[in-house]
């Protein structure tokens, strides 16, 4: 462990000792750059790539010296449980309309309307009425990679959620087994098709503070595509409804080598090829607005821990109107490589975590740009030296982010160590 507490005066001929508790992409970046594994349950180590377990049972009891990090907040799941994301996003939307007005509140339309069941039932029932032949989607609130998710049009199809007194006519007890928490959503039956299929986009965003809110967006990502041609007219089909890969793999002519997957890069290209690189620009900018405001719904309500950083991954599905929809934020982003590409965006991805983290003390702190890494907020948004990526119009106003970007990450680390070993020098 680290004795010198001085983030600028770090020995940095010490060796970092990590724990992981995932045996996958993680893994081999942790071990790539020459820290040292600990195994023992007891060991002392500086940097934990932990699962939300340990948050769960061990965090509250851990004592943390001043330079450790760990990959969650206390509370993560306030912004990733669907249901706790849908009450924070329309807490949010409430107090911009009571402080700004509906016309600002409208921003925060980028969510389908949902509500919890079974607590919510009798509220959601008026709702479906409301709206006739409408298609809905059930999604249990604390699952992930599409388990438990079903698609419905009558309210036959979820009669096991009504909300009911646990108490009989009688007077004795209902005994039987609570029924599991779900939220439902209005689904979206118009998405954006690619080819006829329907796709959603996965991006990563990473939080390294709170108070004062720090965000910073990945280049790459990528466009996860459903294995069957789009229809409305088989809502029980998974593999036309639910782009999961964890899904699709299971179709019996899914491809393991060509996958379902399109870079963020390719997909951005294809878009402006479609639309105009302004309509796209329009897109993507949107999307930072997401981003952004999902992250202030949760601001003031999340433990901030100097300790703590976190990677999300973002869904987000576009319509045929180009409207970006968030459907869900992963506090556990899925790490295991589906192919050779795919391990190579997540092997470099997780690369330039650990260099943002900064565990070696190498960085000024003042860099807007960290391999495949922009600094989209710190504080306020932050304003990007180019005002548009090249080849593209002006956006509405100056931005640090280049999503879907020619991603030089590497050129950018260069230059990054270069300016390090020069300063020490």
Same mark, same amino acid.
């Given at each position: ?18 724990? =992981? ?9 942790? /071990?790539?750059? $020459?820290?040292?594994? &600990? ?22 009891? =851990? ?29 949010? /939307? ?23 069941? @079974? ?11 409301? =709206? ?23 309210? %036959? ?13 009688? $007077? ?19 998405? !954006? ?9 996965? =991006? ?10 720090? &965000?910073?967006?990945?280049?790459? $990502? ?30 019996? #002519?899914? #491809? ?23 309509? &796209? ?6 999307? #930072?607005?997401?981003?952004?405001? *999902? ?10 821990? %100097? ?15 180009? %409207? ?8 556990? @982003? ?26 070696? $003390? ?7 740009? &960290? ?11 932050? !304003? ?12 509405? !106003? @100056? ?14 680390? %260069?230059?990054?160590?270069? *300016? ?6």
């Amino acid at each position: 462990m680290y004795t010198n507490r001085n983030r600028g005066a770090r020995n940095e001929s010490k060796v970092i000792r990590f724990k =992981c508790s995932l045996q996958n992409t993680i893994a081999d970046v942790l /071990r790539s750059r $020459g820290w040292q594994e &600990v195994k023992e349950e007891s060991g002392d180590w500086d940097f934990y790539w932990a699962d939300v377990g340990w948050m769960r049972e061990v965090f509250d009891h =851990c004592y943390m010296e001043e330079h450790m990090r760990l990959n969650h907040f206390r509370n993560h799941y306030e912004l990733t449980r669907k249901n706790l994301m849908a009450k924070n996003l329309k807490r949010l /939307r409430k107090f911009i309309e009571r402080e700004s007005g509906k016309i600002e509140a409208a921003k925060c339309d980028f969510f389908p309307t949902t509500f919890e069941l @079974p607590s919510d039932y009798h509220i959601f029932v008026e709702e479906f009425k409301r =709206c006739p032949n409408s298609t809905w989607i059930m999604k249990p609130i604390a699952k992930s990679q599409g388990k438990g998710i079903f698609l419905f049009r009558k309210l %036959k199809d979820i009669m096991e959620w009504k909300k009911e007194d646990s108490w009989k006519v009688d $007077g004795t007890r209902d005994d039987r087994e609570p029924v599991e928490n779900y939220v439902v959503q209005k689904y979206i039956d118009n998405p !954006y098709l690619i080819g006829g299929r329907k796709f959603d986009i996965r =991006c990563y965003v990473l939080v390294t503070s709170y108070i004062p809110l720090k &965000v910073w967006l990945y280049r790459s $990502g990528f466009g996860r595509m459903s294995n069957s041609r789009y229809s409305t007219d088989a809502i029980e089909d998974t593999y036309v409804h639910l782009t999961n890969v964890a899904i699709q793999k299971t179709a019996p #002519d899914y #491809d393991p080598e060509k996958g379902c997957k399109w870079s963020l890069i390719q997909l951005r290209m294809y878009l402006m090829t479609k639309h105009g690189p302004e309509a &796209v620009e329009t897109l993507f900018r949107a999307m #930072d607005d997401i981003f952004i405001k *999902s992250l202030q719904s949760t601001q003031k309500i999340m433990i901030n821990d %100097k300790h703590c950083f976190e990677l999300y991954g973002y869904d987000i599905l576009i319509d045929e109107t180009l %409207k970006p929809w968030l459907l869900e934020i992963n506090a556990s @982003p899925s790490l295991t490589a589906s192919n050779q590409q795919d391990y190579d965006l997540k092997f470099k991805l997780l690369h330039d975590v650990l260099t943002v983290i900064d565990m070696e $003390g190498k960085l000024t702190g003042k860099e807007k740009r &960290v391999g495949g890494f922009d600094l989209m907020w710190n504080d306020g948004p932050v !304003y990007g030296e180019e005002l548009a990526m090249e080849g593209m119009p002006h956006p509405p !106003y @100056p931005t640090n982010t280049r999503l879907g970007g020619f991603n030089d990450r590497e050129e950018n680390l %260069k230059n990054m160590m270069r *300016s390090h070993t020069n300063s020490v020098k």
